[in-house]
């Protein structure tokens, strides 16, 4: 892979926020608030060099698997891969329409690069751990990346997997979690209070790194502290904005499950081509 | 089919016995093979392959819906995993994970339920389980089985483990008769007539198959009765229980399971689109067992040779 610049990376984000909200908008449905608050995350992961993938040879054996555990938050996901070539462009258009190969919430194996299915909230981490314990069993160099919301939290299963995940010593398996305190109903410390999180993970015996999530260079930093800890998984706990980018959606709940209409669409695109986030600060071109 | 020769004698053997011996075959047979479990592992019978392949053994503790999860994993990754625990639990308890990291995912997990129906018996109705037939059998893309003693458990966990695609089976906990013999085949999807009648049959899974052939065997000379063995509930044998159906004009489920979406439930549907004939369910009615010996309860809720003649006389 090309080295990239951090500003690059910066402004690829942002062009992934404004394919999202253009792919929300043509569905009617979905969910801006997470995508669009995860953005800087999912462009570190897949083009700043952190995991190990071929989008012309999407199952390769050797690759590091991305377990997509909160599967709402698909939209980025999908426009994601398709900028790593995975699939093509023009198949973000499809979202959610009868016939697509883009799920409204991701269904395994359907799409090149998807390897879960998800939407049902709790699967993923259960998943990634029988994939990251496959790994250690066969002696595999590859790792498990679990993306997962922070209301997922929620789910009893989620907390029987950090059990398992820490019984195994699975240090091949980075939990990454989006800390955006929204879930449907609300805050998330309103409708089922969640902290203090790091401490949580951490009494489950994980190694817990809680970081800005719009801060590129602490995610790549988090991701690498990750691939160095032996004996315990790693949990990294992404600090977001939810709706960053777009002011009006920003740290609002409301915009949690709903997608733009054309006018706040067309508010939101330009917002997104006015801000980019550097080092984790908003500066106006 | 070749059965065991004198059927009022038979020998009595646990299907968990079979189940826990042909597991160690089949991980003899396919290194990809391996058994999670969720802290039942003498009870369930897996404690003899985790003795043989401690590598391939995995305690879940008492978590049975990230054990699902982690099966389904590892399916993902080309192993052949085997989940274990009580059926009230698996797939009681982790049927939506059986659902969507299983079955609509498409990966090739293999559920195993113990202790179905009354095996739980004076641990009471809490953990005894009659629903979960249906709730596997309403899956796309699932297999259900349902061994009719020792041998055909043994047998049935090699078949399992070849076919790719989720599967179920459930075994009842206490000794039950062996009625086939080692050289009985066994085919997933295939039904097996064992004994062959004019006037009724009677499809029977699990332990009741037996059952099903005293009440035949008692009712020589008054009532000419068919037994078929059903221990592929899904997918169905269309064609040998259509025929079997056409030639008898009368037929009697047993199970040791609701009648609703069990056996019951699958014939009454496939005969009303097919072939509709008179149909007499003997199966757990709508109920919640209790506290009691596994055979006490069968007698007191009519899962009985007894009750497949009462169910067969009505049909005469």
């Known amino acids: 892979m090309l080295p990239v610049s951090m500003d690059d990376l910066a402004e690829k984000a942002n062009l992934l926020r404004a394919e999202v909200v253009k792919m929300l908008t043509n569905a009617g449905t979905g969910h801006s608030a997470g995508p669009l608050g995860s953005a800087d995350f999912w462009t570190m992961l897949y083009f700043g060099g952190l995991i190990n993938y071929k989008a012309n040879d999407p199952w390769w054996e050797e690759r590091d698997r991305v377990v997509l555990s909160a599967g709402h938050y698909c939209p980025i996901l999908y426009a994601v891969l398709a900028e790593a070539g995975f699939f093509p462009k023009s198949e973000l258009a499809t979202l959610r329409q009868l016939g697509s190969k883009l799920q409204g919430h991701p269904v395994a194996r359907s799409l090149p690069g998807i390897e879960t299915s998800s939407g049902p909230l709790g699967q993923g981490i259960s998943q990634a751990v029988g994939m990251a314990l496959a790994a250690k069993m066969d002696n595999q160099k590859w790792r498990v990346v679990c993306f997962m919301g922070d209301g997922e939290q929620d789910e009893g299963q989620v907390w029987e997997a950090y059990l398992c995940a820490a019984k195994y010593a699975l240090s091949n398996l980075t939990v990454v979690i989006d800390r955006n305190n929204i879930q449907i109903d609300g805050h998330t410390e309103n409708v089922m209070p969640l902290d203090s999180l790091a401490a949580k993970l951490a009494a489950f015996n994980f190694n817990v790194v809680e970081i800005d999530g719009h801060n590129l260079m602490e995610i790549k930093e988090a991701y690498e502290r990750a691939r160095v800890t032996f004996e315990k998984p790693t949990a990294i706990i992404l600090r977001t904005i939810p709706g960053k980018g777009v002011d009006f959606m920003e740290n609002d709940p409301g915009w949690h499950g709903k997608a733009p209409k054309l006018a706040e669409a067309v508010e939101a695109l330009a917002e997104l081509r006015k801000i980019r986030t550097l080092g984790g600060k908003i500066t106006n071109d | ?316």
Request: charged share 25%.
């Open chain 2, 1 to 316: 089919m070749h059965l065991i020769e004198d059927l009022r004698n038979p020998k009595l053997v646990a299907m968990r016995d079979g189940y826990g011996e042909g597991l160690v075959e089949a991980g003899k047979r396919n290194e990809r093979v391996v058994v999670l479990v969720a802290d039942l592992t003498e009870s369930t019978r897996t404690d003899l392959f985790k003795k043989e392949f401690p590598e391939r053994f995995f305690e879940m503790g008492i978590a049975e819906q990230n054990m699902m999860g982690v099966a389904a994993g590892m399916a993902a990754c080309g192993l052949i995993p085997f989940v274990n625990s009580y059926a009230c639990f698996n797939p009681g308890r982790n049927w939506e994970q059986l659902r969507l990291s299983v079955c609509l995912s498409g990966n090739n997990v293999k559920v195993v339920g113990a202790h179905a129906g009354f095996g739980n018996g004076t641990d009471g109705g809490n953990q005894q389980m009659f629903e979960d037939v249906a709730l596997t059998r309403v899956l796309p893309n699932m297999t259900v089985l349902v061994p009719a003693d020792y041998e055909q458990a043994k047998k049935m966990v090699l078949a399992m483990a070849e076919l790719v695609g989720p599967v179920y089976m459930r075994m009842t906990k206490p000794v039950r008769p062996k009625v086939t013999t080692q050289g009985t085949p066994l085919t997933i999807g295939k039904a097996q007539v064992l004994r062959s009648g004019k006037e009724v049959t009677v499809f029977a899974c699990g332990a009741m198959v037996y059952e099903a052939l005293l009440a035949a065997e008692e009712l020589v000379g008054q009532v000419d009765v068919e037994v078929v063995n059903v221990h592929t509930i899904k997918p169905l044998d269309k064609e040998t229980i259509v025929n079997s159906a056409r030639k008898t004009g009368r037929v009697v489920t047993a199970e040791e399971h609701s009648i609703i979406g069990g056996l019951g439930g699958a014939i009454a549907e496939l005969l009303a689109e097919e072939y509709p004939v008179s149909v007499k369910r003997v199966g757990m009615r709508d109920k919640f067992g209790e506290t009691g010996e596994p055979d006490e309860l069968l007698a007191k809720y009519g899962m009985t040779k007894d009750e497949i003649i009462k169910a067969i006389k009505q049909l005469i």
